[in-house]
Structures are given as structure tokens and as C-alpha cells.
């Protein structure tokens, strides 16, 4: 979805994107730049999450502002729809670059990747394949088909059981990461929320969609800090022609009904990447003080 996403936003950014080789398995993973100068263990740092660390619509994710800032390489991890288990699941090709960074910043990430008793996601990512009969569908549009149906038992019933598998997933990745690392909420809506059963849109909430505050408090204690960034400065985002300096539009993917846009309105924009990298530089310079 990289490559997806560099074509889709071609006039607007340049992703630098460039291959990161599993030496375990040789799976080559289309990667967000700039290209670490170095990936010595202990030498640069990781960031890992959904589009929001990728950073669609910016030129500098915050991860790429803190290397600006602590003076060491980052590698962005960010993978489209990402959540926890899609980690879990390519554990054994990209643990290793995690547990060789100075540390590690993960993003809280969406609830709906999660499977439940009707949906399995099919990479740890917000597309699923619906049990009963196969067929592969959007997050967002197998919650309006139960939402619709009006069965509110099962509606809450298949919510309770995704953010469970989103809290043992989570709690699962966590440990999994040696090194020091934070846990950041980077959003337009504090982490409590009031979910509504009208559309799949007030049912989940602002990304990280369907996690809420006691998710949260579940899966603090397996981190070394917790920096919280809700903000919504620079949203919504003009999308400007990198080339001719002019407003320009960019048609979103089938996910997004494949409509035509000329501001982001969805993924974090540049200003909150910033709001995020000055909440985190404290943090990360504390553990650049650690002794190795």
C-alpha cells in the first residue's frame, strides 16, 4: 500500500520510498524515507503504526522532525491500516529492526484492524473477509451492514470482542519490544469517547477508531511513557501541487468511496506531526541520556 499511496499523492509529496529486506525471510518491505543513514543496532530509532506514522499528505511524519531534532536516523514503520497484529503477524521479519533501535515510539492504532466471530482481518489491517461466506470487505462497510440490520446485542457483542483482541494484541507487541518505548496518541479526539450506534462513523470515533480510554489505561503500564497529542491544527489540509506550488486534488482509494478531495481531512497533517515531535523530544532525549 506504499506504492498505493505514493502514486495516489504523487503531485502532493514524495514518500522516498526504498526496500526494507527481512533477513529472515528476504520479504522485501516497501518503506517510507528518508532512507536511514545507518541501521547499526542502537544507532537510529523506530517508529511504528498505521498511515498516521507513514505520514500521508507530509513531508516530514514526526518521526523524520525528531530525527531533525535528536540527530539520530529514524526508521518509519508505518504501514497502511496497521494495527497491532499486523506486527504480530511479521513479527519475525521486522522485530529485529525494532529490538536493535535506541527505542521505539508506537502509535496507538485503530481497533477496527481486529478480527472478531464474524470478520477475520485479513493482514492485521482494516480489510476483512467476512466468515460466513469469504467475501472481502471494508472495516467501515461490514460495521454499516450490522449497524443496519439493527441487531444491537450483536452489534455490542462483536465490538467488545474486537477491542478484547485489540487489547491482547497490543499487550502481545508491547512485550515483545525490548528497547525503551512510548506510547503516543496522535489524534483530533481525547481517548474517551461517546460511541454511537447510528453509523459506523459515530460508532467508532476519530482514528484510532474504536479505542477508547480504558484500552488505553489496559496497555500504559507496558510502556516506559505515554505522551497523549490531541489536536486537530491544520485540518483541514489543501493539498498543493508539489510541482506548480497551486492547490491541487487527489482521488482517495475505494476504501474512501474512491471521492475526489482537494483537503485532507482525514490523516494527521503536517501540523499535528509537529505538535506530536515537540510532545515527544523530552521523552526521546530522556532515553537517549540511558546508558547502552
Keep these: 500500500m506504499s506504492i498505493g499511496y505514493q502514486k495516489r499523492d504523487l503531485e502532493v509529496v514524495?514518500?522516498?520510498l526504498y526496500p526494507l529486506l527481512s533477513p529472515v525471510s528476504k520479504r522485501v518491505f516497501v518503506t517510507r524515507g528518508p532512507r536511514p543513514l545507518t541501521l547499526e543496532p542502537d544507532q537510529y530509532f523506530a517508529c511504528i503504526g498505521p498511515a498516521s506514522t507513514f505520514g500521508c499528505y507530509c513531508e516530514k511524519p514526526y518521526g523524520t522532525l525528531l530525527q531533525e531534532r535528536l540527530g539520530l536516523p529514524t526508521?518509519?514503520?508505518g504501514f497502511a491500516g496497521a494495527g497491532p497484529d499486523y506486527f504480530l503477524r511479521n513479527q519475525k521479519d521486522l522485530l529485529g529492526?525494532?529490538?536493535h533501535a535506541r527505542f521505539a515510539i508506537v502509535l496507538v492504532m485503530s481497533g477496527r484492524s481486529e478480527s472478531n466471530s464474524l470478520f477475520e482481518s485479513i493482514f492485521g489491517t482494516g480489510m476483512y473477509r467476512r466468515i460466513s461466506d469469504g467475501q472481502q470487505i471494508a472495516a467501515s462497510n461490514a460495521y454499516e451492514e450490522l449497524l443496519k440490520d439493527g441487531d444491537l446485542d450483536l452489534i455490542k457483542k462483536i465490538v467488545s470482542e474486537t477491542r478484547g483482541n485489540w487489547v491482547l494484541h497490543f499487550k502481545a507487541l508491547l512485550s515483545l519490544?525490548?528497547?525503551?518505548?512510548?506510547?503516543?496518541?496522535?489524534?483530533?479526539?481525547?481517548?474517551?469517547?461517546?460511541e454511537k450506534y447510528t453509523n459506523a462513523q459515530k460508532l467508532f470515533g476519530s482514528f484510532p477508531q474504536l479505542v477508547n480510554a480504558e484500552m488505553i489505561e489496559v496497555i500504559k503500564p507496558y510502556c516506559d511513557a505515554y505522551v497523549e497529542c490531541v489536536t486537530e491544527r491544520g485540518i483541514p489540509?489543501?493539498?498543493i501541487?508539489?510541482?506548480t506550488g497551486k492547490p491541487t486534488t487527489v482521488s482517495e482509494g475505494s476504501i474512501f468511496g474512491g471521492k475526489v478531495i482537494s483537503h485532507n481531512t482525514y490523516y494527521a497533517s503536517p501540523e499535528m506531526h509537529e505538535d506530536a515531535a515537540k510532545m515527544l523530544v523530552p521523552i526521546c532525549q530522556g532515553f537517549l541520556s540511558r546508558d547502552l
Excluded at 177 to 194: D, G, H, N
Design 237 to 239: 489540509q489543501p493539498l
Design 97 to 99: 529492526y525494532i529490538n
Design 177 to 194: 519490544i525490548q528497547k525503551p518505548k512510548v506510547l503516543l496518541w496522535l489524534s483530533k479526539r481525547r481517548p474517551a469517547y461517546v
Design 241 to 243: 501541487n508539489r510541482f
Design 14 to 16: 514524495d514518500y522516498q
Design 75 to 77: 526508521l518509519n514503520l
